[in-house]
């Protein structure tokens, strides 16, 4: 039965690394050092193009020109309404009980729905069978780069030992990977590979504006209108926004047309407002003045 379980895991992680990853052939003065740094703008990700490709075996990590090397990308998925961790761990890891993972993959907890229109990473699952004497500890330092991220080894597999059987097949998300822009343009030329595997444009942008959203909300609550108008409009400008970005942004600019005495723009504000925020329905005046909920009527 356990042989079972593994070949499953082998054929599972098979599946999906080849969905997520994409070829790159060495060049000639080519380095796995060079490669990592310019695909994933890091020197030490070598050590992970080493065991995705099985270079570390015989505990080298040397290549040679015309050798093909798989590149482990991460997969990008945009929430659309009524998905929660658990159906898309299933959906993308093949598992619900992967959910905690891929919450805090994405720096969120498993059991707040993530917010629709925003974009997530799926990491790439690599595959390794444990040679005589391996610890899920030395993989998690070994992939990981950190002895106390066992954890994820162990919430992934369902595993609670860190001593390995030899031949053990053992699933290690590789929650930090991300592309260059190098990388992403390499992925995005390589044949048959999906647009989704090189995205990542949108995530980006969502953690740009989800760090300056706190300056336009100082901006609103300082009275400093026309550097909300000005800094709300522009990021609206921004495509890619998640609907609880669009909300934030949209209920500020009517906070802001409402101080203005812009009633109309106000309105247009709550309207679009919301229209992103299916909580903001029936406005509580308790948290919400009776001035915002006139224009908004």
Same mark, same amino acid.
């Given at each position: ?42 020197? !030490? ?41 658990? !159906? ?64 994820? *080894?162990?919430?992934?597999? %369902?595993?609670? !030992?860190?001593? /390995? ?6 699933? *290690? ?58 800094? %709300?409009?522009?990021? /609206? %400008? ?10 934030? *942004? ?20 709550? *309207? ?26």
């Amino acid at each position: 039965m356990r042989h079972a379980v593994w070949l499953a895991a082998i054929t599972c992680a098979a599946l999906a690394r080849d969905a997520r990853a994409f070829v790159h052939v060495v060049q000639p003065g080519e380095s796995l050092s060079g490669i990592a740094t310019r695909v994933y703008g890091n020197a !030490k990700m070598e050590t992970v193009l080493a065991g995705v490709n099985a270079l570390d075996v015989q505990g080298g990590s040397a290549v040679v020109p015309g050798m093909r090397l798989e590149i482990p990308a991460p997969w990008h998925h945009r929430v659309v309404v009524g998905e929660t961790w658990s !159906k898309l761990a299933r959906a993308y890891l093949g598992d619900i009980d992967r959910a905690d993972v891929l919450a805090r993959s994405n720096g969120a907890v498993a059991w707040v729905a993530p917010t629709e229109g925003t974009e997530i990473l799926v990491p790439f699952v690599m595959t390794v069978i444990a040679s005589g004497g391996d610890k899920t500890t030395d993989l998690a330092l070994r992939y990981l780069g950190d002895r106390d991220r066992t954890w994820q *080894i162990h919430a992934y597999n %369902g595993i609670e !030992k860190t001593e /390995l059987v030899r031949g053990q097949v053992v699933l *290690i998300p590789l929650v930090d990977i991300q592309l260059t822009d190098a990388g992403r343009e390499e992925a995005s030329k390589a044949a048959g590979l999906d647009r989704s595997e090189a995205a990542g444009t949108a995530l980006d942008t969502q953690k740009r504006i989800s760090a300056e959203l706190p300056e336009l909300l100082a901006d609103v609550r300082t009275g400093r209108w026309v550097e909300a108008v000005g800094r %709300g409009s522009r990021m /609206l %400008g921004t495509p890619d926004l998640s609907r609880a970005q669009l909300a934030t *942004i949209h209920r500020a600019l009517t906070t802001t047309y409402v101080a203005l005495d812009a009633k109309n723009l106000a309105a247009t504000e709550c *309207i679009a407002w919301k229209a992103n925020d299916p909580s903001a329905k029936d406005l509580d005046p308790m948290t919400v003045s009776p001035k915002i909920r006139a224009v908004c009527k």
